[in-house]
């Protein structure tokens, strides 16, 4: 599929794809806890596995530097159901 103007890459993209990317962009963005939690909720929803959610993290290190996707780490944990094994100084 190629983009035309004033098409979103959403439209381009299929939803897992489109869920990956998103999720890469709010690691990038120090994004809050419920935009994180509600990226990773439509991620699993298209079908991604928690092992490529974490895959998106580690690939952020690289882009968006080792201190953004460590402050992005908890939240993306919580938002996985891992909440009760964090402390709330984590989140």
């Known amino acids: 599929m190629e983009a035309t103007a004033g098409e979103t890459w959403a ?7 489109a869920a990956l990317v998103r999720l890469g962009a709010l690691i990038a963005a ?3 806890t419920a935009s994180m ?5 439509e991620a699993i929803t298209a079908g991604v596995s928690v092992s490529e959610i974490v895959g998106v ?3 952020m290190v690289s882009i968006s530097g080792l201190p953004r996707a460590v402050a992005a780490a908890p939240r993306i944990a919580a938002a996985l159901g891992y909440e009760e094994e964090l402390t709330s100084d984590d989140i």
Do not use: E, I, K
Request: proline share 6%; glycine share 6%.
């Open 57 to 59: 993290l580690d690939g």
């Open 37 to 41: 939690r509600s990226a990773v909720d």
């Open 30 to 32: 120090s994004a809050p």
């Open 11 to 17: 439209h381009v993209l299929d939803r897992r794809t």
